[in-house]
């Protein structure tokens, strides 16, 4: 009975992640490459479950079909700045929180031509 008690708990943030609903704040950041968009979003959850963040990047193809692929997620994020050291490389200054989900290289179609590569530092 214990067991089943401490999995529901274990489910209970589940339930009310930000992923089950859109998100509380939205922030787009511009990129040097034609087509893409980057966005930082927040879920405020509450004062029981951790707030959650999410770095997107959105590629629009000339047939105006949107790609999107996950960049990072994690709880109560903060960053001090990010810049493009080169139109293809994105860095990001961490500057606290609890990351659970990074990916260092975007590749939008699979064979490079539309890809760039994310750098993580600590508070640069």
């Known amino acids: 009975m214990k ?6 708990i274990g489910f209970i943030p589940f339930l009310v992640s930000g992923c089950s609903k859109p998100p509380n704040e939205v922030q787009t950041l511009k990129t040097p490459l034609p087509g893409l968009s980057l966005t930082y979003e927040t879920w405020n959850n509450g004062p029981l479950v951790s707030d959650t963040n999410s770095l997107i990047a959105h590629l629009v193809q000339r047939d105006k079909k949107e790609i999107t692929k996950r960049i990072l997620d994690g709880d109560y994020l903060v960053f001090s700045k990010f810049f493009w050291a080169a139109p293809r490389r994105l860095v990001l200054c961490y500057k606290k929180g609890t990351i659970y989900d990074f990916t260092s290289e975007v590749d939008f179609l699979g064979d490079g031509t539309r890809s760039f590569h994310v750098t993580l530092k600590e508070d640069c």
Do not use: C, F, Q
């Open 3 to 8: 067991a089943a008690g401490a999995a529901m």
